[in-house]
């Protein structure tokens, strides 16, 4: 069964909507620089400029609720405009986050620990699953509501598990994506696991470092074949393909040969019923960690027998925004197929010794992209790819 | 129908590996503890020292259900509602406390919500789909509604599992989060699910999550009618709601027995499966109904009945 993408929406450190991202996308412009605020300005990061007020006023946000949830109601409104509610349409709501409400709840809580009065109520905003409804009461949407949390690829799993209520008949219609904000708490945490390039992140690249965090969300809506004949709506691309594996090799590293990695895109290349020669362009989960991009490129060269088509991790310009990162990348992805252009992987000199192979370094312009593959896969070894594909 | 063929609790009740967890419930006090097992025999001991109590419950929870199958499972599904809060905590105090040094990161890794469904996958060396839901109280819900798309996409066996944990932190929350007089407790319950008939031959036949439910009982019917099933079928409802429209012997409420966790619904599921298998009955309804007006409904039948 047809998956067909409708509606996509993005918030990034390089735009605040679908065309600033396009936009930056094609000037090989990075968003990434040092933090703004007191936990970031040691760091580089893919940080958005709009304080939460700023958020609320420029796109008319009615609901309150943490960083997360506001970006993700910016994208996901974004993706959801033009859409009207139909009686007759089960329309859904599914997005990944890894930190929720953490924005809120490390401020209360540090403020509680140097003894100031402590405001419980804040709490409320916490949970992840607080954070999806929080959006879905923005949208209007009152049917079905879920959160994933599979760490970086949450999005990717929340885009997967609706085109599968979409496929077994239970929903309609389904907004789907996912949304994390930048906080102390995984800012400190990714420092603990010492995995922070200082400088500007370089994706698959011999002399790479580590990753620069960023924040966002991105969200698509998947429709049916019986929804678009109610809703009318104009298809974006097609959702061909998904899968998703587990490493089951260690807590938060890649297997060597990934191991994971591989049958996640072999799985979703079946699923869509597509040669690995019939991929034109590879959205890398590319983080720039030593462990990931070595481990993601033998997954490469193995799934693609060598073969491995232009691939580039655009982290390079929005930061490794976590739980958002499949769902702004797969925005990404469309905007390829959409316009025939391949992104570039900034700041990349040398090829990875082990494995030789040169992602896209300059943006390619009248590319025949029929077929995206976009990987992202998470801490706990949760791998996870998705296909796009042309209509 | 999505056949039970093991259920594994560990709760403040006496309820791991026990015949007819039933027998042994008493009503949940302020001082009751986590029955656990002997978690050595799960898990090694270099590992069980790093591992939280929701980890630890989850993991050894997931290994009896694996044990029970003996073939790998082909996918697994986890839900919580507040993820791993000891690691969580402990990791905010570190970030308050150690400015500048070098952070351990421990706590950092075994806080996110999929360190649970992740340690499950290491542990049992299981590469297959691996997904965890956090959608507050209907986290359950979320958990079960993917384990049957699962089953119904061809995978034989699904490891089916929920966990949440209490910390001292979340008494502080009461009255204003959470309610005022409930014993906040931590629990797990792990399943494992097939379309292929388990022994008892007891399943989950439908389960629906309702984001703002109107009126309970209206929504039950709905549900029940959905099935072709009238509510006078149904042998027993197991609630954590004191104000159910029902006939006061066939509702029980399974949150006096496990205390307040927002997963505690699968162990209503754990009562409901053990009493249908005693009595000999055919349906019994899990009536989860959570802040926000939220609604979780559960319909279990036995074949044999």
Redesign the interface.
């Known amino acids: 069964m047809d998956i067909f993408i409708t509606g996509y929406g993005v918030i990034s450190a390089i735009g605040k909507n679908v065309e600033e991202n396009f936009s930056s996308l094609i000037q090989e412009k990075t968003a990434i620089k040092q933090g703004l605020k007191s936990f970031t300005s040691k760091f580089k990061v893919g940080e958005i400029g709009l304080s939460n007020d700023a958020l609320k006023v420029e796109f008319d946000l009615k609901t309150d609720g943490s960083r997360t949830a506001l970006l993700g109601m910016v994208a996901a409104k974004e993706a959801f405009k033009n859409h009207s509610h139909f009686e007759a349409l089960r329309t859904g709501l599914i997005s990944g986050t ?1 930190v929720g409400g953490m924005d809120i ?2 401020v209360e ?2 403020n509680e ?1 140097a003894g100031e009065k ?1 405001n ?2 804040k ?2 905003h916490h ?4 954070t ?2 929080q959006i ?1 009461l923005e949208l209007g949407i ?10 970086c690829s949450s999005a990717a ?1 929340a885009i997967m ?1 609706g085109a ?2 979409i496929q ?1 008949g ?1 929903l309609d219609r389904v907004v789907v994506g996912g949304t994390d904000c930048l906080t ?2 995984t800012i ?2 990714f ?4 995995i922070f390039d200082d400088e500007w992140c370089k994706p698959f690249d011999n002399s790479r470092k580590g990753l620069n965090l960023g924040e966002g969300a991105g969200f698509l809506v998947l429709e049916s074949k019986k929804s678009l004949e109610i809703t009318g709506k104009e298809v974006l691309a097609k959702l061909s393909g998904w899968s ?9 590293a890649s297997s060597p040969d990934g ?2 990695a591989i ?1 996640s895109m072999k799985q979703a290349l079946k699923q869509a019923r597509l040669e690995p020669h019939e991929i034109n362009y590879v959205n890398a989960h590319g983080t720039a960690t030593p462990n990931n991009d070595l481990s993601e490129s033998k997954a490469f060269i193995n799934v693609f027998n060598g073969k491995v088509p232009p691939f580039s991790s655009t982290k390079s310009y929005t930061g490794h925004t976590l739980a958002a990162s499949g769902g702004i990348e797969s925005v990404f992805a469309i905007l390829s197929i959409q316009n025939s252009m391949l992104f570039p992987n900034l700041n990349h000199t040398t090829p990875i010794e082990e494995t030789g192979l040169i992602p896209i370094k300059n943006i390619q312009k009248n590319s025949e992209v029929t077929h995206v593959l976009s990987n992202s896969f ?5 791998n996870s790819t998705l296909i796009f594909s042309k209509i | 129908m999505y056949y039970i063929h093991k259920i594994a609790s560990i709760t403040h009740q006496d309820s791991f590996n026990q015949t007819d967890v039933n027998d042994s419930l008493v009503e949940i006090t302020e001082d009751a503890v986590l029955i656990s097992p002997d978690y050595k025999k799960y898990i090694l001991p270099a590992s069980l020292r790093r591992l939280s109590p929701i980890l630890r419950m989850a993991v050894a929870a997931a290994k009896e259900c694996q044990e029970a199958i003996t073939i790998p499972f082909e996918a ?1 599904s986890v839900g919580t ?3 791993c809060l000891t690691d969580t905590e402990k ?6 406390t150690v400015e500048g040094e ?4 421990t706590a ?8 649970i ?3 499950i ?2 542990e ?13 109280n ?2 359950l819900e ?1 958990a079960l ?2 384990s049957m ?1 699962c089953c ?2 061809g995978k034989d066996f699904v490891l089916l599992g929920v966990a949440d944990e209490a910390i001292d932190f979340l008494n ?2 009461k009255p ?2 959470l309610p005022e007089n409930s014993i906040v407790t931590s629990g797990t319950t792990f399943f494992a699910l097939s379309k292929k008939k388990s022994k008892s031959e007891i399943g989950f036949k439908a389960c629906r ?1 309702i ?2 439910a109107k009126d309970i009982e209206v929504d039950i019917d709905l549900f029940l009618r959905e099935l072709k099933i009238e509510i006078n079928e149904i042998d027993r409802i197991y609630t954590n709601q004191n104000s159910l429209d029902y006939p006061k012997e066939m509702v029980v409420n399974y949150e006096a027995y496990s205390g307040l966790y927002f997963t505690a619904n699968a162990f209503g599921v754990h009562l409901a499966h053990d009493w249908l298998i005693k009595e000999a009955k055919k349906y019994a309804l899990i009536v989860n109904s959570g802040c ?1 007006n939220s609604l979780g409904l559960i319909l279990l039948k036995n074949d044999k009945a």
């Open positions: 890894s709840s490390e809580y540090r620990m402590p419980y109520k709490y409320f949970p992840s699953g607080t999806s409804e879905a009152t049917g079905f509501v879920n959160t994933i949390s599979t760490a799993n598990m599968r209520l077994s239970q102390q708490f400190y945490g420092r603990s696991l010492m998703n594996a587990s490493d089951a090799y260690h807590q938060t191991d994971g049958l998470g801490f706990g070894g949760n | 697994i509602a507040l993820g990791f905010l105090n570190v970030i308050n070098i952070l351990s990161p950092f890794i075994q806080s996110t919500h999929n360190t469904s992740g340690l996958s290491l049992l060396k299981n590469h297959s789909y691996n997904m965890t839901h956090t959608q507050n209907l986290s979320m509604i993917d798309l119904d996409e502080k929350l204003i989060v999550s984001i703002k926000n």
